[in-house]
């Protein structure tokens, strides 16, 4: 059979929760301080009528299964129940031990014992399991304090372990030797760097003060002492006893000598620095002018390709709905501007007279109400019907002419141009399937223009 007992501790060390009665100096006297039920030190004292003293969590659970004081068999109830003011002072009195008195000291289980039953070749075996007791501590605390002094005692307590506030790796320290930790043992305590003041760990300051841009070095070539920010500057542009090119070597002089030399040599050699120099600047402008010429010639490219564009243009007309906007006999493009006239597309669906009957006819229109009175305009354009399915064979009509349009007889102007039969309505039955009209019932038109040129008329 195994009894567990539980105790109750004042104790708020890490290392252990010490039941109280281990720190009881008077031991003799602490037993008239002893529950009747658990045998333990009161916690919060009741008692009965006749002055029977119990812990108050103890009494009422048995109070619960019968209301009778276990000690003397009195009736007693909840309600009766009193408190022992007088075993609570004596209690908050109680003389302690500091719990950093004693440290923890954890038993080996017991050799286990074996029993066999040879009769029913049962076996029986019996083991102690692992424990815990507590031993005093030669370098623990020796300060005797009252129960009720206790914890504001082990607050301050220099013998309380402590855990180092750098890293966990290092441990814990007792309170009175934690500061000389943090100065003196503790691998993870930070310090300042004393070149450049910036906080690093104690164990990488020997790294960092490899790498300290501000600590202290040596030019490898001239020994002059300076920072190590400064050392790259210095080897490049200061340092007289590095090895450096000419001040001319740019236009030519492949000499190497020290930095401290750099004088005597230009003077020395000033007459061929000046004949390098006069080769040199030929050649520069020898390039640059052909760059200059290649460049310019790209710039005239550029805005020949420019220009050009300005002078073309693309407009792209969809008939949407072709098969009920066909009914309306004539159908017209939105308004356009190109080379400063206004322009529409427009055509006839069925043919614009009695001999082009089943064919579209179709036009390019100068808008002369709001054309420039008094200007032609010479252009080229084509218009396309595309077919969806094969754009190779779309229909293309090519044109030339000059706007606005002189009949025959000089009377009479037209301000449109044109092909009467540019396409065979059958082209555009969708039941067909040849491309023009597809199940978007969609009629695409395309229109490419291009200016040739424009002139005032007399």
Same mark, same amino acid.
């Given at each position: 059979?195994?009894?567990?007992?539980?105790? +109750?501790?004042?104790?708020?060390?890490?290392?252990?929760?010490?039941?109280?009665?281990?720190?009881?100096?008077? +031991?003799?006297?602490?037993?008239?301080?002893?529950?009747?039920?658990?045998?333990?030190?009161?916690?919060?004292?009741?008692?009965?009528?006749? !002055?029977?003293?119990?812990?108050?969590?103890?009494?009422?659970?048995?109070?619960?299964?019968?209301?009778? $004081?276990?000690?003397?068999?009195?009736?007693?109830?909840?309600?009766?129940? !009193?408190?022992?003011?007088?075993?609570?002072?004596?209690?908050?009195? =109680?003389?302690?031990?500091?719990?950093?008195?004693?440290?923890?000291?954890?038993? /080996? /289980?017991?050799?286990?014992?074996?029993?066999?039953?040879?009769?029913?070749?049962?076996?029986?075996?019996?083991?102690?399991?692992? !424990?815990?007791?507590?031993?005093?501590?030669?370098?623990?605390?020796?300060e005797i304090c009252t129960l009720e002094s206790l914890m504001i005692?082990?607050?301050?307590?220099?013998?309380?372990?402590?855990?180092?506030?750098?890293?966990?790796?290092? !441990?814990?320290?007792?309170?009175?030797?934690?500061?000389?930790?943090?100065?003196?043992?503790?691998?993870?305590?930070?310090?300042?760097? /004393?070149?450049?003041?910036?906080?690093?760990?104690?164990?990488?300051?020997?790294?960092?003060?490899?790498?300290?841009?501000?600590?202290?070095?040596?030019?490898?070539?001239?020994?002059?002492?300076?920072?190590? %920010?400064?050392?790259?500057?210095?080897?490049?542009?200061?340092?007289?006893?590095?090895?450096?090119?000419? /001040?001319?070597?740019?236009?030519?002089?492949?000499?190497?000598?020290?930095?401290?030399?750099?004088?005597?040599?230009?003077?020395?050699?000033?007459?061929?620095?000046?004949?390098?120099?006069?080769?040199?600047?030929?050649?520069?402008?020898?390039?640059?002018?052909?760059?200059?010429?290649?460049?310019?010639?790209?710039?005239?490219?550029?805005?020949?390709?420019?220009?050009?564009?300005?002078?073309?243009?693309?407009?792209?007309?969809?008939?949407?709905?072709?098969?009920?906007?066909?009914?309306?006999?004539?159908?017209?493009?939105?308004?356009?501007?190109?080379?400063? %006239?206004?322009?529409?597309?427009?055509?006839?669906?069925?043919?614009?007279?009695?001999? $082009?009957?089943?064919?579209?006819?179709?036009?390019?229109?100068?808008?002369?109400?709001?054309?420039?009175?008094?200007?032609?305009?010479?252009?080229? %354009?084509?218009?396309?019907?595309?077919?969806?399915?094969?754009?190779?064979?779309?229909?293309?009509?090519?044109?030339?002419?000059?706007?606005?349009?002189?009949?025959?007889?000089?009377?009479?102007?037209?301000?449109?141009?044109?092909?009467?039969?540019?396409?065979?309505?059958?082209?555009?039955?969708? +039941?067909?399937?040849?491309?023009?009209?597809? &199940? &978007?019932?969609?009629?695409?038109?395309?229109?490419?223009?291009?200016?040739?040129?424009?002139?005032? =008329?007399?």
């Amino acid at each position: 059979t195994t009894t567990t007992t539980t105790t +109750t501790s004042t104790s708020t060390t890490e290392e252990a929760n010490i039941p109280i009665e281990i720190l009881i100096v008077d +031991t003799e006297a602490s037993k008239e301080l002893q529950c009747g039920i658990c045998l333990q030190l009161l916690q919060r004292p009741r008692q009965c009528k006749n !002055g029977h003293l119990f812990c108050q969590e103890c009494i009422e659970r048995c109070l619960m299964k019968n209301q009778v $004081c276990p000690s003397c068999r009195c009736f007693l109830s909840f309600v009766e129940l !009193g408190r022992s003011l007088f075993v609570e002072r004596h209690l908050r009195q =109680l003389k302690l031990y500091c719990s950093n008195r004693f440290k923890q000291v954890i038993l /080996p /289980p017991t050799t286990t014992t074996t029993t066999t039953n040879n009769n029913n070749n049962l076996t029986m075996r019996k083991k102690q399991e692992e !424990g815990e007791t507590y031993e005093v501590d030669e370098r623990g605390c020796n300060e005797i304090c009252t129960l009720e002094s206790l914890m504001i005692h082990f607050s301050i307590c220099g013998y309380t372990m402590v855990q180092c506030k750098h890293s966990i790796k290092c !441990g814990t320290y007792r309170r009175h030797d934690i500061e000389n930790h943090y100065k003196t043992t503790c691998a993870y305590r930070p310090v300042s760097c /004393p070149h450049c003041l910036v906080d690093v760990l104690v164990d990488s300051l020997s790294e960092h003060e490899e790498v300290c841009l501000k600590a202290p070095v040596k030019c490898s070539t001239c020994f002059a002492s300076l920072l190590r %920010f400064e050392l790259q500057e210095h080897e490049k542009e200061k340092c007289m006893m590095s090895l450096v090119s000419c /001040p001319f070597s740019d236009s030519g002089c492949s000499k190497m000598m020290l930095r401290k030399d750099i004088n005597k040599h230009v003077t020395e050699n000033a007459i061929d620095h000046l004949i390098l120099m006069q080769c040199s600047f030929s050649s520069q402008i020898k390039n640059l002018t052909s760059e200059l010429k290649l460049k310019d010639e790209k710039i005239q490219a550029l805005e020949k390709a420019r220009d050009s564009k300005k002078h073309e243009a693309k407009i792209i007309w969809n008939v949407e709905n072709y098969s009920v906007a066909r009914k309306k006999n004539y159908l017209q493009s939105e308004k356009f501007q190109f080379a400063g %006239f206004p322009w529409f597309i427009g055509f006839y669906t069925d043919g614009d007279n009695d001999d $082009c009957r089943g064919y579209i006819s179709i036009y390019l229109f100068l808008d002369e109400k709001y054309a420039p009175k008094n200007k032609s305009v010479s252009i080229e %354009f084509t218009i396309r019907f595309i077919n969806q399915k094969d754009p190779l064979l779309s229909i293309k009509k090519d044109f030339k002419i000059t706007f606005p349009i002189v009949a025959a007889d000089s009377s009479k102007r037209k301000s449109g141009w044109g092909d009467r039969r540019a396409l065979k309505n059958t082209h555009l039955d969708a +039941t067909r399937n040849l491309g023009f009209i597809l &199940d &978007d019932d969609c009629l695409h038109v395309e229109l490419d223009l291009s200016l040739k040129h424009t002139q005032w =008329l007399l």
